[in-house]
């Protein structure tokens, strides 16, 4: 027998969320756990002490049939979650671009999980839609970004240009929208040019657009590895002349192996005397700007047509949030609108919506945290701390510099240290000696990885393993950029010793 509408209702108190009370309680404990765990996160091993596969072995491989109370999942987040987690707050996490949340970065996204605003057209989420025009123009100002830049918000710089390419693409005029890249004659092979140094993203981006890996031109560095603007220009003229159409140079303002700048003023003629689309992926670096006496790695952006920043690199936001700059949202919007019926609303006209920017419909609130951070440290407050950053950065060069058994490997414009080990034996090949250092370097990182007490990472540069040391942290002081270098020098001894035995 069905049951009567008096049932039902009865039935449905006990469905529906946590209680409020409940809610409460639990909030109230897990805050004053992050609190614990940032206070001592010190304490902890930076990288994940485990094995591959140790997790899975210890979750349930089925889900539970029934809810279990909080205390119980909030006891498994300490037993099973925490030790396999390696510690991106960590204040000697130095790996990739050390990066660091916040408190009011935490609150925000907090907030934020509660809101769980869908952001895609005005009506679903002004607040979202308008904070974030204002919070991305406010972050212009502090950057020293010209007014004609508007800001929009993705989740990775990956995808922020990813949607720089494709508005790039879209005005080159050639109904790709429409009709697409496959199969037409009418089409020469599209070219973008980004240097050898440049990021994987740019590459993915142009294999996800459909260009295929061959549109990208690869051009050649400096001894400092900047794109030569010489070679560039030389590459547009031959693959003009080959029939192909040059339409996107992607400059890079701190790249991912070095933090090195394109000399983005040479640029910038070339890009104009072509009609090119000029992008700029200051994903790491251009949160730099924001301190008064750096502006200048910014120089020439003023005429680029776009240029992306992650704050989740380096203004202190919680992953995830990438900014994209683009002086043509038009091109953007013609690449990717699309209003079916039932997302069509009377205000359309007169106001922005998130899902005509790019492939996302819904989009998280995002500007929240960041409103938030801006207004909590201050554009002086924000400056400050990148500044410190840099000043530990060029200090632990200082040691390395001055110490006769390693080198540091490339220019400190920033946060981020390139160096390794270099210590001399006498009558090595220069082979030998090369495959000896990289094995050496590569050694020493592991063991240094290997201790948890810090958190480095490699590149290589003109074929040499280098070790990568790169501050980004707000809980990073002197004191834990001395302790890993005391830890490096003492695993270079170490290796001395061993080889000695
Ligand atoms: N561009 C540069 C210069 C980077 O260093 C990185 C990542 O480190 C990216 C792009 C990609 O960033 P995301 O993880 O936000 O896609």
């Given at each position: 027998m069905s049951d009567s509408p008096k049932s039902a209702e009865s039935k449905n108190?006990?469905?529906?969320?946590?209680?409020t009370d409940e809610f409460r309680r639990f909030g109230h404990e897990i805050v004053d756990w992050i609190a614990d765990y940032l206070e001592h996160?010190?304490?902890?091993?930076?990288?994940?002490q485990v094995e591959p596969g140790d997790l899975k072995a210890r979750l349930p491989a089925s889900p539970p049939e029934k809810g279990e109370p909080m205390e119980t999942i909030l006891a498994d987040v300490d037993r099973l979650i925490l030790p396999a987690l390696t510690h991106w707050?960590?204040?000697?996490?130095?790996?990739?671009f050390a990066t660091s949340t916040s408190a009011p970065g935490i609150f925000g996204e907090l907030l934020s999980a509660a809101f769980?605003?869908?952001?895609?057209l005005w009506r679903t989420s002004p607040a979202s839609t308008e904070l974030e025009e204002v919070v991305l123009d406010w972050l212009r100002q502090m950057m020293g970004l010209d007014a004609g830049m508007s800001g929009f918000i993705y989740d990775t710089a990956s995808v922020s240009s990813m949607h720089a390419i494709a508005a790039a693409r879209e005005?080159?005029?050639?109904r790709i929208r429409e009709?697409?890249?496959?199969?037409?004659?009418?089409?020469?092979?599209l070219r973008v040019y980004a240097s050898e140094?440049?990021?994987?993203s740019i590459e993915k981006g142009i294999i996800t657009l459909g260009l295929?890996?061959?549109a990208l031109r690869k051009i050649p560095t400096d001894q400092h590895f900047r794109m030569r603007a010489d070679l560039l220009a030389e590459a547009i003229k031959e693959d003009k002349q080959n029939g192909f159409l040059p339409f996107c140079i992607v400059a890079t303002?701190?790249?991912?192996?070095?933090?090195s700048v394109d000399p983005i003023p040479e640029i910038i003629p070339i890009g104009e005397e072509h009609a090119m689309w000029l992008h700029v992926d200051?994903?790491?670096?251009?949160?730099?700007?924001?301190?008064p006496e750096m502006r200048?790695?910014?120089?020439?952006?003023?005429?680029?047509d776009s240029l992306v920043l992650n704050?989740?690199?380096?203004?202190?936001?919680?992953?995830?949030l990438s900014v994209l700059y683009c002086r043509h949202m038009d091109l953007l919007r013609r690449a990717f609108s699309l209003v079916p019926e039932y997302l069509r609303t009377p205000e359309q006209d007169k106001v922005r919506s998130?899902?005509?920017?790019?492939?996302?419909l819904g989009r998280r609130f995002r500007a929240l945290k960041l409103w938030m951070i801006i207004r909590y440290f201050g554009h002086e407050g924000l400056a400050a701390r990148i500044r410190e950053h840099c000043r530990l950065a060029q200090l632990f060069a200082s040691w390395v510099e001055a110490s006769p058994d390693w080198e540091v490997k490339a220019p400190v414009p920033f946060a981020l240290v390139c160096f390794r080990a270099c210590p001399e034996l006498t009558g090595e090949t220069s082979e030998a000696r090369a495959r000896r250092l990289d094995l050496l370097n590569e050694s020493i990182m592991h063991a240094v990885n290997a201790s948890g007490k810090a958190f480095l990472s490699h590149t290589k540069l003109n074929d040499e393993l280098v070790l990568r040391l790169s501050i980004g942290n707000l809980r990073t002081t002197e004191k834990h950029v001395r302790a890993v270098w005391d830890l490096l020098t003492r695993e270079l001894q170490r290796s001395h010793s061993d080889a000695a035995k």
């Open positions: 108190s006990d469905l529906g969320d946590m209680s996160i010190d304490d902890l091993p930076v990288l994940a707050s960590h204040p000697s996490f130095f790996a990739y769980d605003v869908k952001s895609m005005g080159v005029e050639m009709e697409g890249m496959s199969g037409r004659q009418d089409l020469p092979l140094q440049a990021h994987s295929g890996q061959r303002v701190g790249t991912t192996s070095t933090s200051a994903a790491y670096a251009g949160s730099a700007a924001v301190v200048d790695i910014l120089k020439g952006c003023d005429r680029a704050p989740h690199k380096w203004l202190f936001t919680p992953f995830d998130g899902s005509d920017y790019g492939v996302q």
